[in-house]
């Protein structure tokens, strides 16, 4: 099969269109003839050595949609050819075949409606990202106000509008360039702001209270900053380091006395520890979409071998929403 890869660290020029054997379907897994693969910056950060050497040669992808091509022993709910979405916690997906396992593939037929291969390509990473985030790490309560740093990007994007849903008084985001704000703004933020001199901008539009949620996959001085834009106990959910700043070394007691807190989203660690509430929140958001109570905005479909030129993109900071690679 066709696939995109990479046997060395470095910049987006290491990926390389490569022909590998098919993957096949093992116990419990799914085999899915990919349509669209998503593109994240965890696929870029892979590439660049964040998460350490390749083995050998690593296809990368997290998300995926297409169709079911083949299912591995034990495998139910599924028959071949159901349309679906697919999360892939080891990668896998910058190719034709991706196996996934079965608790992390999604019907795109839900109660509501059937959601489109195009839409799905990006949605069973940034979707269960985002749902959790809001109502695990943070446990967003109604009338709640909440920062949304990347505002314009694949999870900025939907995790305002699940936000909405879930009931925050007011949504807020970052970003970093008039275009971008522009952007975003159409997800229903209430105001957009550039990611330079944010805290005043924050305490300005909130009369000094502040906000009770930060959602934050920037990291070093921007993580810094949003903690003094807390309202009382105020929470920041680290979701990433797209900055890919050192690591902050933080005192606790002003956390303590200025009643703040600090959480974390993976989706890898949810995903071995705690598959079902993966599976839980990706259906939730799921119809979410499907009800057309949230939006993802795919802005560039690329081919498969364009790979190099999507994360070109990405690491430059130049993307907005969501991109595909179709195969």
């Given at each position: 099969m066709?696939?995109?890869?990479?046997?060395?660290n470095?910049?987006?020029?290491?990926?390389?269109?490569?022909?590998?054997?098919?993957?096949q379907?093992?116990?419990?897994?799914?085999?899915?003839?990919?349509?669209?693969a998503?593109?994240?910056?965890?696929?870029?950060q892979h590439?660049?050595?964040?998460?350490?050497?390749?083995?050998?040669?690593?296809?990368?992808?997290?998300?995926?949609?297409?169709?079911?091509?083949?299912?591995g022993?034990?495998?139910s709910?599924?028959?071949?050819g159901?349309?679906?979405?697919?999360?892939?916690?080891?990668?896998g997906?910058?190719?034709?075949?991706?196996?996934a396992?079965?608790?992390?593939v999604?019907?795109?037929?839900?109660?509501?409606?059937?959601?489109?291969?195009r839409?799905?390509?990006?949605a069973a990473?940034?979707?269960?990202t985002?749902?959790?985030?809001?109502?695990?790490a943070?446990?967003?309560?109604?009338?709640d106000t909440?920062?949304?740093?990347a505002?314009a990007?694949?999870?900025?994007?939907?995790?305002?509008?699940?936000?909405?849903a879930?009931?925050?008084?007011?949504?807020?985001?970052?970003?970093?360039?008039?275009?971008?704000a522009?952007?975003?703004?159409?997800?229903?933020?209430?105001?957009?702001?550039?990611?330079?001199?944010f805290?005043?901008?924050?305490?300005?539009?909130?009369?000094?209270?502040g906000?009770d949620?930060?959602?934050?996959p920037?990291g070093?001085?921007?993580?810094?900053?949003?903690?003094?834009v807390?309202?009382?106990?105020?929470r920041?959910?680290v979701y990433?380091?797209?900055?890919r700043?050192?690591?902050?070394?933080?005192?606790?007691l002003p956390l303590?006395?200025?009643?703040?807190?600090?959480?974390?989203?993976?989706i890898?660690?949810?995903?071995?520890?705690?598959p079902?509430?993966?599976?839980?929140?990706?259906?939730?958001?799921l119809?979410?979409v499907?009800?057309g109570?949230?939006?993802?905005?795919?802005?560039?479909?690329?081919?498969?071998a364009?790979?190099?030129q999507a994360?070109?993109?990405m690491?430059?900071?130049?993307?907005?929403?969501?991109?595909?690679?179709?195969?």
């Amino acid at each position: 099969m066709r696939a995109v890869g990479f046997d060395e660290n470095g910049g987006p020029e290491v990926l390389r269109s490569v022909a590998v054997p098919a993957p096949q379907a093992g116990p419990g897994e799914i085999l899915v003839q990919v349509a669209y693969a998503g593109v994240n910056y965890a696929e870029v950060q892979h590439r660049l050595g964040d998460f350490g050497p390749p083995d050998l040669l690593d296809i990368p992808g997290m998300e995926v949609s297409g169709h079911v091509a083949a299912l591995g022993e034990g495998v139910s709910g599924f028959v071949v050819g159901d349309p679906v979405a697919a999360y892939l916690p080891d990668g896998g997906g910058y190719a034709e075949f991706a196996v996934a396992p079965a608790h992390f593939v999604f019907s795109l037929r839900t109660p509501m409606g059937e959601i489109d291969l195009r839409t799905a390509g990006g949605a069973a990473l940034v979707l269960p990202t985002a749902y959790g985030i809001l109502a695990e790490a943070v446990r967003l309560r109604p009338g709640d106000t909440v920062l949304i740093h990347a505002a314009a990007g694949g999870v900025g994007s939907v995790a305002a509008q699940i936000a909405r849903a879930l009931g925050a008084g007011a949504v807020y985001g970052t970003v970093g360039n008039d275009d971008k704000a522009v952007y975003a703004k159409r997800f229903g933020y209430d105001a957009v702001f550039q990611r330079d001199g944010f805290p005043d901008a924050v305490r300005d539009t909130t009369g000094g209270r502040g906000v009770d949620v930060v959602l934050d996959p920037i990291g070093g001085p921007t993580r810094i900053a949003s903690l003094e834009v807390l309202a009382p106990f105020g929470r920041i959910a680290v979701y990433g380091e797209a900055a890919r700043h050192p690591d902050l070394n933080l005192p606790v007691l002003p956390l303590w006395k200025h009643n703040r807190a600090l959480t974390g989203y993976n989706i890898g660690d949810v995903s071995r520890r705690a598959p079902d509430l993966l599976r839980a929140h990706a259906l939730a958001a799921l119809e979410l979409v499907a009800s057309g109570a949230v939006r993802i905005d795919v802005t560039d479909v690329l081919p498969l071998a364009a790979a190099a030129q999507a994360h070109e993109r990405m690491q430059a900071g130049r993307n907005q929403g969501k991109t595909l690679l179709r195969t």
